[in-house]
């Protein structure tokens, strides 16, 4: 609007500007990095969460080794969608990966 309308603004009008400007910008920071850390946060919980499983199947005794080896497949799919939904990546980058992991299930992507 100042460009366009040809406006001259002198420097004590930029001055009462900057101010407010200066809040708003360190806000939208302030929440930025408010979003980030919890992202990190939640990102790091799944991963606890995954190794807990991951750890538990390993030492019960009562699961065969295929159902552990099938559940730590599953456990490892999931790191690479979840990866994969956090970087916007396309389904079908995601489908050799899921082949080699569980061969066979991986159509519905």
């Known amino acids: 609007v100042v460009f366009q309308q040809k406006l001259k603004i002198t420097a004590n009008g930029l001055?009462?500007?900057?101010?407010?400007?200066?809040?708003?910008?360190?806000?939208?920071?302030?929440?930025?990095?408010?979003?980030?850390?919890?992202?990190?946060?939640?990102?790091?919980?799944?991963?606890?969460?995954?190794?807990?499983?991951?750890?538990?199947?390993?030492?019960?005794?009562?699961?065969?080794?295929?159902?552990?080896?099938?559940?730590?497949?599953?456990l490892v799919a999931y790191a690479w969608c979840a990866k994969a939904a956090a970087a916007y990546d396309a389904p079908e980058a995601l489908k050799p990966v899921l082949d080699a992991l569980l061969p066979g299930e991986s159509d519905d992507v």
């Open 15 to 74: 001055g009462f500007l900057a101010s407010p400007i200066g809040l708003l910008l360190a806000f939208r920071v302030n929440s930025c990095v408010s979003r980030f850390h919890a992202a990190r946060e939640t990102w790091g919980k799944m991963i606890f969460h995954a190794r807990d499983v991951a750890s538990t199947l390993s030492a019960s005794p009562d699961v065969d080794d295929a159902t552990r080896a099938y559940a730590c497949r599953c």
